[in-house]
């Protein structure tokens, strides 16, 4: 029997984007509708624009649960990561997606104090998001050596961070530079309130990790990926966030783990 004439004659293939709970990438890893916020809802609706062949997903997970998920055939991508987070003994292929975000430390702003206030953490109070990875503490995540070495609480917002050290409850913390800047959008009471470090603890160089026998190819997903950069995409959804958009590179790098 003939297919009406209106029926597609090859459905789109569902690629599975890890969607995890690290904002403004993801704010509410559990709410993967159509309106739900973040920055990684964003690129997936235009790399589903962009083209017909693949419908991008967001499912849930966690922090810590990712790697799982990823071995076990649940994601396909994950999307906005470092191939240093503890993906190394993971089988994956790591696209670069030459997007840069930082990590920066956050002191109360008081008189006299300056940027020669965040050359050491030494007797200090932090305040880090629990299941992050610090490259002061040289990427160790587990939340006791953070706390016994580093005189750290672990919060599970960055929120929950600023606010403590705008309550001098903590001395120091540790956030995005892009989720800062949706911070002080939000909560503009606290307009110079906050020194914010020169000194960054890392920069972000974000990555695509995509799972050998996904559904899409590297180079397909490059392909797409690179059109929103040509078309100016990728510009219009992420400079409002301060997130660097580097310019195409001459050729795709593929680096493959391990």
Known sequence: ???PLSAPLLAAQDVRVAAVYFPPYVFKAEQVGAQSPGLLRELLTALNHAQTDYRFVMVPTAIKR????FEQG???LAIFENPNWGWQQIQHVALDMRLEDSEVFVARAEQGRDQGYFDTLNGKRLALYHGYNYAFAEF??????????FNATLNHSHDSSLLMVLRKRADIALVTRSYLGDFLERNRQYAGQLLISERMDQRYRHHV???PGAPIEPEQFMAIFESLR????????FSRYQIRVLPRAGQVELSTAP
Do not use: E, H, V, W
Request: proline share 3%; charged share 30%.
């Open 1 to 3: 029997m003939a297919l």
């Open 209 to 211: 990790l995509l799972r």
């Open 230 to 237: 040509d078309n100016g995409q990728l510009l219009k959804i």
């Open 66 to 69: 990712r790697f799982a998920d």
């Open 140 to 149: 160790n995540s587990d939340p006791d050596y953070l706390s016994k070495t």
């Open 74 to 76: 649940r994601l396909d």
